[in-house]
């Protein structure tokens, strides 16, 4: 539980309190206010224990520790004291504290005044897979391969954050605030590296072989090697906020550092290896254990830097502007040797990698007539990258004719948007809406090579046109219709032949029947339609309907890629006041996505995942002292992988079996007074899960990495969660 919202949830009844005190002639109820006014601390003590071993509770104990633990300490707190006198307020939370994902807060405040405060929080995340390893040293930044016999290995990444923040009012218009916050990540991750040896089209292998030296497709080798992390975040934000009459400013810096103590992952191989088709390396080749024991870079130290100024102004009660400006330079500029790389080109020592990012925002709401009201957004983004260029990449033989550079990723963003909404006769509401979007990309330099694509786009432009009609039909019925259009085009592609100096072609002459162009640059239409509704029956009953389909259909210059993607959503939410003891809430929701592709070598794919959720709650005080209430939810997510060939024959194999997930969860509660501040829970939880996937393993049998390593989960887990906590509340 987030303590922000603790934080919000209290100012909220002080905002109360306020409005209560001023006016007390009309409204003011001396029990509430003398309710808010004395604020109340909360102590709750308990445990919890889990049914099951580790591994079914592999799901549910993700977060929480109930992963390894079968049993926690449950501790919440709440102490919040008021100084009459002078007006302070002292706040300690804690959430979770017996937990992995422990919480806790501190905050010292005198409204109108000033502020400071602390948070501190941790989650450990469980790797909810069962690996099983004789890998040496993993989890550090030089881990051992060798065929030695495989342990169970745990995987976990744990995060602590500190945060510190203060508030203080300078004048009656002017505010100053600042924070500074502190994230450590440690621990390791699931992670690897493989290759399938064998000639490309260039004449050098895959593993490093000389031009006519090819290995055979059979040497290859997978390896799980874990990502060592030990990282830390910094994120410093100081600001000034203005507050007039009509007029509100707040212009501040905001900066971000991270820094990793890995730099890089250095593996060693020792001995034989297993090949994927089951028979054993007993030597791997020279080139292929140099490939997989080369080194591999993690995440580089980096820093972002941002000044920015944002507002709005009030020009007359019904029209306001809004504006927001920014300056954002970053680096990132780690030495190559300090994170264990080499081969950097001569005289280079670290990338020198340097982006420059400039924001512009304007937006004016108005309404010149009691039934019409207007939306404007203006946003320009200008992002400069001003990394030096160099020779980092080599193709074909190690010769200059062969080395490439990298290159620049600048670009220019114009979005805009306009809105309109007029109250129409017979109780409808209809608005209209225009969007508009531009992209300006820097062309690749001439040094450079692109691989795997066919083409590139310097510019794409997209416009994009809402309409939605609403109608009161009745005192208790809501509904609306709402449709989407958008398209996006471009200027001529940008031929990726190497030393051409990407040229831009006619979409005739780029065709290519099997060509690979980014769907990011295609052009691009899509089609949606919403229609929802609000249904009050009778007082005590509430409904919601949702139904949404959409569809983006993509076109390039070839016939194959990514041809469209659709979406279908509906949805249903009710709740019942029964009777002021007993309420019932329910729901019932459906997404399908689906996503066609023509692949280059021939065959088709149309993937579709399908998601149903179904949830029904109920919440009772059948006595004075007695409060009970349950949920019972079920989530069934299928992803279909239909496949076959182009010519319209069955796929060699059958293609791929569907991945299907299912998550059945029963949660009951009971709380009974057992004195005026003094209560009783017991929480109740039972969770199955059922997986069929092939990811990490088939029929059973888990996946299996080149040195013995394997990595499966098991299928259907159950577990039984039960809690009791003691609940002590005081003024």
Partial sequence: MNLSNHDFSFKQQLLVLAMLAAFPAAQADEAAIAQLSKPETTLSIGAAGVSGDSQDRAIFGQYNGFRKDSGRLLLDADVIQRDDASGTWMILQGRNLGLDNAELGATYWKQGDWKVSAEYNEITRHDPRTINSGLLNAGTATPSVSLVAPAELNLDTKRKGVLLSTEKWLTPSLQFEASFKNEDKDGA???????????????????????????????????????????????????????????????????????????????????????????????????????????????????????????????TPTTRATFKYAYTHATQNQDFAAQGLTGAPAGINNLGGEVNTTLAQFGLTARPMPKLSLIANLRYEDKQDKTPIALYNLTGLAT????????????????????????????????????????????????????????????????????????????????????????????????????????????????????????????????????????????????????????????????????????????????????????????????????????????????????????????????????????????????????????????????????KYRLTTLKLFGKYALEKNVDFRIDLAHQRARLEEWTWGYNGVPFAYSDNTSVGLQPNQSVTYLGATYIYRMR
């Fill in 400 to 659: 200059p004719a062969n080395y490439f550079t990298n290159t620049r990723f600048s670009s220019e963003k114009l979005t805009g948007k306009l809105e309109a909404t007029y109250q129409l006769p017979d109780n409808y509401r209809a608005t209209l809406g225009v969007d508009y979007q531009t992209v300006n990309r820097d062309r690749p330099v001439n040094t450079t090579v692109i691989g795997g694509l066919s083409a590139l786009r310097e510019e794409t432009r997209e416009e994009g046109y809402r309409a939605e009609l609403r109608r009161t039909m009745s005192e208790t019925l809501n509904a609306g219709i709402s449709y989407v259009y958008a398209k996006r085009e471009g200027s001529s592609w940008l031929s990726v032949a190497p030393g051409a100096g990407f040229p831009a072609v006619s979409d005739a002459a780029i065709y290519n029947r099997y060509g690979s162009f980014p769907m990011t640059l295609e052009d691009r239409q899509r089609d949606k339609v919403k229609l929802s509704a609000d249904w009050t029956p009778f007082e005590a009953l509430s409904l919601q309907f949702m139904l949404e389909d959409g569809k983006d259909t993509y076109t390039g210059p070839t016939e194959k890629g990514l041809r469209d993607t659709g979406m279908k959503s509906y949805g249903v939410d009710a709740a019942w006041k029964i009777s002021d003891a007993w309420k019932l809430t329910g729901y019932l929701n459906q997404g399908r996505q689906t996503l066609h592709i023509d692949h280059s070598t021939g065959y088709l794919a149309e993937l579709e995942n399908i998601n149903t959720s179904i949830g029904f709650g109920v919440l009772g005080k059948p006595s004075a002292k007695l409060e009970v209430g349950g949920d019972l939810s079920y989530l069934d997510d299928n992803n279909h992988y239909r496949q076959g060939m182009s010519n319209g024959a069955a796929l060699a194999g059958g293609g791929l079996p569907d991945v």
């Fill in 189 to 315: 991750r699931l992670f690897g590296r493989g290759i399938a040896c064998g000639a490309f089209a260039e004449p050098r292998n895959a593993c490093g072989a000389a031009a006519g030296a090819q290995l055979a497709n059979s040497s290859t080798a997978f390896l799980m090697l874990p990502e060592p992390i030990h990282t830390t975040t910094k994120q410093l934000e100081a600001k000034l906020n203005y507050s007039g009459e009509k007029f509100l400013l707040s212009g501040g810096y905001n900066g971000s550092l991270f820094s990793n103590s890995n730099g890089s992952l250095n593996p060693v191989v020792n001995g034989s290896l297993w090949n994927s088709s089951g028979t054993l390396l007993s030597a791997p080749g020279a080139t292929l254990q140099g490939f997989l024991q080369q080194p591999m870079a993690l995440a580089p130290d980096n820093e972002a830097h941002q000044l920015y100024l944002s507002g709005n102004y009030a020009f």
